[in-house]
């Protein structure tokens, strides 16, 4: 029988690191600026006139490009500026407890431990990095636990820091075999709290030479684990579509074409329990589903993300020749 498919988990600061150090590398050092805060932008001819605050300084400045990507998360202000009557995401009610700690080997390293299967209450481990000394990785953990009433102390972009004991009363509650959970709280040096939230599926990201990306475009639920994912895919196809398109509106709207109907039905998905289907199915099962309802489910999902294995090794590849290339 053929290998599974092998899961591959990193750390998000070494990710971002890897992706700095890219962008710095092909770009120049100066080609990440931060510290700034856009507050509005226009299209001028042949491109996208921002004005940010530079918050060190508290002045204004101005940047001009032949494009604009909204990659600023789920409280994106170029949402607010392309979708105005939007308003503020959608909350569902749970907050995400998350920590990373160092924990014994879980099996073979790279499994993903989800337990309970209800929005609020469940509880998801799976690790990132190797941690110091032999047989012991880095685990991130998180916690679903109800919002209710909802935190006044949380924005959606926001979190609050959850106390140890709070984290130890929470997970007094779940007896798991495969970890000491209070030493895991332990080895834990800071839980923080995020509010699990959406947002309806845009009817367009792109507008002549402005377009969205990411938690900006499409916040998801959590429920298959791949909001960070689809980002990175949509960065892959926005560049395919600019290196390809002379014009950069027009590769704009193919970027929209490519990607908005695939996020807005995983979106959708998402908030019907996406794969995790599986776990309240079997939930109302009593036990197990048979292999074949289980695999459907699982099928279901992976064609709406178009994550399968005939979509993913027959699709044609993003890369674009070098004009140079000979």
């Known amino acids: 029988m053929p290998e599974p498919p092998r899961p591959y988990s990193v750390h998000r600061g070494r990710l971002h690191a890897l992706l700095l150090a890219a962008v710095r590398e092909r770009l120049g050092p100066d080609a990440v600026r931060t510290g700034r805060r856009l507050r509005h932008f226009e299209t ?16 204004t400045v101005v940047e ?10 789920v409280d994106s202000a170029v949402l607010a500026r392309l979708h105005p009557h939007e308003g503020a995401a959608r909350r569902h009610g749970v907050l995400m407890w998350r920590g990373i700690a160092p924990h014994p080997r879980l099996l073979d390293s790279r499994s993903v431990v989800v337990a309970g299967g209800t929005p609020g ?57 495969w970890f000491d959970l209070p030493a895991l709280v ?22 002549r030479r402005v377009t969205l990306l990411g938690d900006a475009a499409h916040p998801m639920l959590p429920m298959g684990m791949n909001g960070g994912s689809q980002s990175v895919v949509d960065a892959r196809v926005l560049a395919w579509c600019l290196a390809r398109e002379a014009d950069p509106e027009t590769a704009l709207r193919h970027y929209d074409e490519l990607r908005r109907p695939v996020l807005n039905a995983l979106v959708l998905a998402n908030r019907a329990l996406g794969p995790e289907e599986i776990i309240a199915r079997a939930a109302e099962h009593g036990g197990p589903l048979p292999v074949e309802r289980a695999a459907a489910l699982s099928l279901r999902y992976k064609e709406t993300s178009r994550a399968t294995v005939a979509d993913v090794n027959d699709h044609p590849s993003w890369n674009v020749p070098h004009p140079d290339a000979r």
Do not use: C
């Open 44 to 59: 001028v001819p042949g491109g996208v006139r921002a004005h940010f605050l530079d918050r060190p300084s508290g002045t």
């Open 186 to 207: 332990e080895h834990t040096s800071a839980v923080f709290a995020y509010a699990m939230a959406d947002r309806d599926p845009l009817p367009f990201w792109s507008a």
């Open 121 to 177: 209450a469940k509880f998801v481990a799976y690790p990132i990095a190797p941690a110091a000394g032999p047989g012991v990785d880095l685990l991130n953990w998180v916690l679903e636990v109800p919002d209710d009433p909802p935190s006044d102390r949380l924005s959606l972009a926001g979190v609050r820091p959850v106390t140890a004991s709070e984290a130890r009363a929470r997970l007094r509650e779940w007896h798991l075999p």
């Open 64 to 73: 001009h490009a032949e494009v604009l990507i909204g990659a600023d998360g």
